[in-house]
Structures are given as structure tokens and as C-alpha cells.
């Protein structure tokens, strides 16, 4: 009963229309109520206490670093280098949207960052050389949740602190995914591109060209070298390497590119603002309704429910899975993360199912939730910016969450894919 008010209500308010964050408050309050109590003291002590974490200081900082990158043309430059590299080749040019992907990946965090950044500067490129638009733009939308993937990540800096495990080895686990996602892109993006007929090959760079993109955009690309390297030798951590993220990315694009003026420095500034707060309350609104589902007792009573499954850990995450892909379809990752994940870890356990490898799996399908209607977040920024209509992004997309989902049951059926790297790099 408790699980049904508290389901209930979160989904009522947010059917209404009501925020996210406010429907956390709301379901909780409902919960407070359906158990004889209720003090406000309560709900403003486990807001502040939910905000006041220090991992989440790498959240600002990360994305901080991202809008300077963007605003500083390192991820311009990373695209040309790409550009140069394969844009000569038939398909060059999603070839280049999938390196960009993953060369973004590393340096945001961020799916719906890098969505719009990749949209604004290859769908030009792609429509002039006469890809087909929808296509091309579901391609840049499956590229973009790649970001949540790669380290560093902000979606499993949020699942570290909701599910109380390690930051940094979740950083490390979604590399080879992160790399997987891009070779499936890959895969299916050099299927379509044979079907082709219309399209305009950009000529063949030089090799003098091609030194030269890359001598611009070295900056650029020594930043997830000095990030993955530093967390792998334990030189800093997740929180310590979004400061070292930040920093650099201010630096090289203020001293070195010298992009960002005084007035481009106060909108990055704005934006990551803006970005922060909501992401932070959405975090502390979530801390009130953990608090009220550990009072409530709500991860015994799933743990009854699924006990069955629970000595059939594969059956379990199949079952989990396709929960996360239904939720998915409604909801954004940040709170899926911020209400299931407190919620499921104690099952996760129970079943004896690696937390890292878990907290992977559940970030790669919730990422694909951005894919999917009604809400996708991803589909919205790529149809927006990219011009194009929301009917032809979906239909664009489709082989690629298709393909992602068949992923996704690869690492189900066989978990070394994430464990084995994950041991190795650890």
C-alpha cells in the first residue's frame, strides 16, 4: 500500500503538469500523511542535507567545464580534426558526428550539452552534402547520450551519491561501454550510409591539414587524458578532477584560444548557474522523498515483491531493465536516478549483483530514455536546434535505440563486458 501512494501521487502530480522536484516533495508529504505524521522540519533538514554532499561539488564544476569548452570552440575544433580525419569518406560526416560523440563524451558529461553542440555544427554540414535529415539527425541524438557514459559523467555522479558507491569506479566502468555505444553507432550508421544515393563527398584533406587540426584541438584532447589519468592514479578525486576540468577548460579557452571574452565569460558563468540549481534541487527534493521511502520501509517491501527473482540475477536485471525503459519513456534521467536508485540497490544486493556494474547498466537505459517519447529531452534539443520536425527525429532514431537495447542485453547476458575492463582499469 505504501508503494501505491507513493506512486500514486508522483505520478499524479507530475500528470498534472507539476515540476519534477515539487512532485518529490508533494509524494512525500502524501507519504508523511498516510502515516500519521507529518513535520516540516523534516522536509527543509533533508533538503539541505541533500545538497550538502561533497561529491555533488563536481556537478557545478563539470558543467562549468563544459560551457566553457563550448564557448571557448574546443568542441569546434575537436569536430574539425574529426571532419578532416573521415569527412572524404561515403558517410564521412556521421563518421565524424560519432568520433565527435565520443571526443565530447569525455570532456562534458552531459547528453543534452553535447547533443546541441554536435546539432548546431555538423546538421549544416550534413544537410548541404544532402544526408537524409532524418537520419542524420536521430544519429546525433543517439550520439549525444554517449556523454552520460564516458567520464567523466554527471548522471553517475548523481548515481554515486544516491546509491552511496564509488564515484570514481563508475567513472572507470563506463569506458568500454561508453566506447561500445560508439562502435554500435558506428555499426548502423555504415549500414545506412551504403543505402545513400544523394549525398556529396567533402574532398580529401591534406596531411598538412589534418596536423594542423590536430595541433589546434591537442589542447582540447589532453583534457580527458589528464582526467581519466589522474582519477586511475588516484592523484585526485571525482570532486578534485571537476575543479582540475574547469580550470583548464577556463584556461586554454581565456589564454590559449582566446574565445571567451569578458562578456561570453559572464553567460558561461549564467548557465552554469542556472544548470546547477536545477539539478541541485531536483537532488535535494529528492533526499525528502529517500528519507520518507526508508521510513516507509518501501525497499523491504520491493525486496518482497521481487524476492523470487532474486536468485535468478539475470532474470532480475532483465526485469529491471525493461522498468527503467518503461519510466524512461516519462521521466528524465537525473530523478530516475534520484528515486529508484536508493530503492533498488538494497535488491541489487540481495541478488549479489556488482553495485558499479549495476549503476552502469542503469545509466546507459536511462539514457535511452532520452531517446524515447514523450519526454526525450535529447529529441527536443536536436529537433530544435537542428530545425527539423520531432516526427523525423523519432523515426531517425529508432535503429539506434533499436541497437542499443541489443547492447544493453549483451551485457546483461555477459557482465565481464563491464566487470572485466572495470578490474583491470581499477
Same mark, same amino acid.
Given at each position: 500500500m505504501d508503494v501505491l501512494i507513493f506512486v500514486g501521487t508522483l505520478l499524479g502530480f507530475m500528470a498534472f503538469g507539476i515540476p519534477i522536484a515539487f512532485a518529490l516533495i508533494l509524494s512525500a508529504i502524501a507519504l508523511m500523511f498516510h502515516l500519521s505524521f507529518f513535520d516540516p522540519?523534516?522536509?527543509?533538514?533533508?533538503?539541505?542535507?541533500?545538497?550538502?554532499?561533497?561529491?555533488?561539488?563536481?556537478?557545478?564544476?563539470?558543467?562549468?567545464?563544459?560551457?566553457?569548452?563550448?564557448?571557448?570552440?574546443?568542441?569546434?575544433?575537436?569536430?574539425?580534426?574529426?571532419?578532416?580525419?573521415?569527412?572524404?569518406?561515403?558517410?564521412?560526416?556521421?563518421?565524424?558526428?560519432?568520433?565527435?560523440?565520443?571526443?565530447?563524451?569525455?570532456?562534458?558529461?552531459?547528453? *543534452?550539452?553535447?547533443?546541441?553542440?554536435?546539432?548546431?555544427?555538423?546538421?549544416?554540414?550534413?544537410?548541404?552534402?544532402?544526408?537524409?535529415?532524418?537520419? =542524420?539527425?536521430?544519429?546525433?541524438?543517439?550520439?549525444?547520450?554517449?556523454?552520460?557514459?564516458?567520464?567523466?559523467?554527471? =548522471?553517475? &555522479?548523481?548515481?554515486? *551519491?544516491?546509491?552511496?558507491?564509488?564515484?570514481t569506479k563508475l567513472f572507470i566502468a563506463g569506458i568500454v561501454p561508453g566506447l561500445l555505444m560508439g562502435l554500435t553507432l558506428t555499426a548502423v550508421w555504415a549500414y545506412s550510409a551504403r543505402r545513400s544515393t544523394s549525398v556529396t563527398m567533402a574532398p580529401k584533406e591534406s596531411g598538412a591539414v589534418r596536423l594542423k587540426a590536430f595541433r589546434d584541438s591537442l589542447w582540447a584532447?589532453?583534457?580527458?587524458?589528464?582526467?581519466?589519468?589522474?582519477?586511475?592514479?588516484?592523484?585526485?578525486?571525482?570532486?578534485?578532477?571537476?575543479?582540475?576540468?574547469?580550470?583548464?577548460? %577556463?584556461?586554454?579557452?581565456?589564454?590559449?584560444?582566446?574565445?571567451?571574452? %569578458?562578456?561570453?565569460?559572464?553567460?558561461?558563468? *549564467?548557465?552554469?548557474?542556472?544548470?546547477?540549481?536545477?539539478?541541485?534541487?531536483?537532488?535535494?527534493?529528492?533526499?525528502?522523498?529517500?528519507?520518507?521511502?526508508?521510513?516507509?520501509?518501501?525497499?523491504?517491501?520491493?525486496?518482497?515483491?521481487?524476492?523470487? %527473482?532474486?536468485?535468478?540475477?539475470?532474470?532480475?536485471?532483465?526485469? &529491471? *531493465?525493461? %522498468?527503467?525503459?518503461?519510466?524512461?519513456?516519462?521521466m528524465d534521467l537525473t530523478p530516475t536516478i534520484l528515486i529508484l536508485a536508493p530503492v533498488l540497490m538494497p535488491v541489487i544486493e540481495k541478488a549479489g549483483i556488482d553495485p558499479t556494474y549495476f549503476g552502469v547498466i542503469f545509466v546507459i537505459v536511462g539514457c535511452a530514455g532520452l531517446l524515447t517519447p514523450p519526454v526525450g529531452t535529447v529529441l527536443n534539443v536536436v529537433s530544435s536546434v537542428a530545425r527539423v520536425r520531432m516526427e523525423e527525429v523519432i523515426k531517425g532514431v529508432t535503429p539506434y535505440v533499436i541497437a542499443y537495447t541489443l547492447l544493453v542485453a549483451l551485457m546483461i547476458i555477459f557482465p565481464q563486458i563491464v566487470l572485466v575492463p572495470l578490474d583491470w582499469f581499477y
Open positions: 522540519q523534516i522536509i527543509v533538514q533533508n533538503m539541505l542535507t541533500g545538497a550538502d554532499n561533497f561529491s555533488l561539488m563536481a556537478v557545478p564544476l563539470f558543467i562549468l567545464a563544459g560551457e566553457a569548452m563550448n564557448a571557448g570552440g574546443m568542441s569546434r575544433r575537436m569536430v574539425f580534426m574529426a571532419t578532416t580525419l573521415v569527412g572524404h569518406i561515403k558517410g564521412g560526416v556521421g563518421y565524424v558526428a560519432i568520433m565527435a560523440s565520443i571526443l565530447l563524451a569525455a570532456l562534458s558529461g552531459s547528453a *543534452v550539452a553535447d547533443a546541441a553542440a554536435l546539432a548546431a555544427l555538423l546538421v549544416p554540414m550534413l544537410r548541404d552534402q544532402g544526408y537524409d535529415m532524418s537520419r =542524420s539527425t536521430g544519429l546525433i541524438a543517439a550520439g549525444g547520450i554517449i556523454a552520460p557514459i564516458i567520464p567523466p559523467s554527471i =548522471s553517475f &555522479i548523481i548515481f554515486g *551519491v544516491a546509491a552511496n558507491i564509488s564515484v584532447l589532453m583534457l580527458p587524458i589528464i582526467i581519466i589519468g589522474g582519477l586511475r592514479g588516484g592523484i585526485f578525486t571525482p570532486t578534485e578532477a571537476g575543479a582540475v576540468a574547469a580550470a583548464y577548460a %577556463l584556461f586554454v579557452s581565456v589564454f590559449v584560444y582566446r574565445e571567451i571574452t %569578458l562578456r561570453t565569460l559572464y553567460l558561461v558563468l *549564467v548557465n552554469t548557474a542556472k544548470t546547477t540549481s536545477i539539478v541541485m534541487y531536483l537532488v535535494a527534493a529528492a533526499l525528502v522523498a529517500s528519507y520518507m521511502i526508508t521510513l516507509a520501509d518501501l525497499p523491504t517491501q520491493l525486496i518482497d515483491l521481487l524476492g523470487p %527473482l532474486t536468485d535468478s540475477p539475470t532474470l532480475l536485471m532483465f526485469c &529491471i *531493465v525493461i %522498468l527503467l525503459t518503461l519510466i524512461g519513456t516519462s
